[in-house]
């Protein structure tokens, strides 16, 4: 059985900057958006701390946050939340292999993206894999 975590939180609606400052930490970790208000992630001792950081900064933005440990009671959730976070990567993981088709490409940019998505693949991706072979492929190429 999974562990999740979930941040909810309200900010003041002006500074408009403020939300999307707040939206792109989310973004940046990861963070699945569940029902149009629940942000997720899988609970572990790293994700808990980034979220804590994130509480902490809502609230000196003036805003309103809690953070909330849970794990589903109903079977087969946890799967369908799962695939949510794989579909996420999945995205960003095609798009490092679209660019990696291309006969010009910068590698190091690309490798750069890779570790970046890699650090929100919380589940492991297939396609994950499949890009780190692809950048090793094209690293060996290169040289």
């Known amino acids: 059985m999974q562990n999740w975590l979930h941040l909810l939180y309200k900010l003041p609606r002006n500074p408009s900057k403020t939300r999307v400052y707040v939206w792109r930490k989310l973004k940046r970790l990861g963070a699945v958006l569940l029902h149009e208000s629940v942000w997720c992630l899988p609970c572990t001792p790293k994700t808990k701390e980034q979220f804590q950081w994130i509480v902490l900064e809502i ?75 692809e950048l090793q492929g094209a690293r060996g190429r290169d040289q």
Not at 63 to 79: F, N, P, R, T
Not at 80 to 108: G, M, P, S
Not at 125 to 133: D, H, I, N, Q, T
């Open 59 to 133: 609230q000196e933005l003036g805003g309103e946050a809690s953070l909330w440990e849970s794990h589903l009671v109903l079977g087969g959730q946890d799967e369908t939340i799962k695939k949510e976070f794989i579909e996420q990567v999945d995205q960003e993981y095609i798009a490092i292999l679209n660019e990696l088709k291309k006969e010009q490409f910068d590698l190091v940019s690309l490798t750069k993206k890779y570790h970046q998505v890699k650090s929100q693949d919380y589940f492991q991706s297939e396609l994950g894999k499949r890009v780190l072979a």
